[in-house]
């Protein structure tokens, strides 16, 4: 007997309507304003029977190749992070206050782990030797900021647990700007980081990215 819809985690029914809308639009069941229309009302809202509604008049549903190409495009992190592990940066901080800022010189890889601290990483005047700076943060019980200067392209893909955190659009929109990809964990942590990607962003270019692979 399937599980009734009110003792059913918000979060696990958003997700598969999600995907169901991305199948859909992928395949071109529905067009790019409606997929956007619903994925805002999906996203937008922890009501269970709105968030069904958004797919309710759709037949087509994932299948092996969608779930195969999203678990792959989960696993790019975890991948990027495991390859070459001793050229990264590590920064630890525990039962600390700190703030790394100045003129410091930011790798492509950086590994952040706070653990009882208060922790500021600053961009602000770091030096960039690379396009892109992959940063893996990992937070428990504590409060981490990360600022970037104007111009620089931000884009988030941290999971909070019990945790709060403070974003808002920020960054050049220019794809071949300086990039920051934040990617991590926070648990019961607060996390205030200054993004340019949301998440209605982030589920658009994934969708245009598997449309293009269907067609």
């Not at 037949?59 to 390859?83: G, M």
């Not at 893909?157 to 991590?184: K, M, P, V, W, Y």
Request: net charge negative; glycine share 4%.
């Amino acid at each position: 007997m399937p599980v009734k819809t009110e003792d059913r985690p918000v979060k696990k029914i958003r997700e598969e309507v999600i995907d169901q809308l991305v199948m859909n639009y992928a395949h071109q069941e529905i067009t790019l304003e409606a997929f956007e229309n619903r994925l805002d009302l999906a996203i937008g809202t922890d009501d269970r029977n709105i968030i069904l509604e958004q797919v309710a008049d759709l037949d087509l549903d994932t299948d092996t190749e969608y779930q195969k190409r999203k678990a792959e495009e989960l696993s790019k992190d975890k991948h990027f992070f495991d390859s070459d592990s001793e050229n990264q940066e590590k920064i630890l901080k525990v039962l600390s206050s700190s703030t790394q800022n100045g003129p410091w010189v930011a790798g492509e890889k950086m590994s952040v782990t706070s653990i009882l601290s208060d922790f500021t990483l600053d961009f602000t005047d770091a030096i960039f030797n690379s396009p892109v700076v992959h940063i893996k943060l990992f937070g428990l019980l504590s409060s981490n900021t990360l600022f970037v200067p104007e111009g620089v392209r931000v884009i988030c893909r941290n999971s909070n647990f019990l945790s709060s955190s403070n974003s808002r659009l920020f960054g050049n929109a220019d794809e071949q700007a300086q990039t920051i990809i934040i990617h991590g964990t926070s648990i019961l942590s607060s996390v205030e980081i200054k993004v340019r990607v949301s998440m209605k962003e982030k589920w658009l270019n994934f969708a245009d990215g598997v449309r293009e692979f269907f067609s």
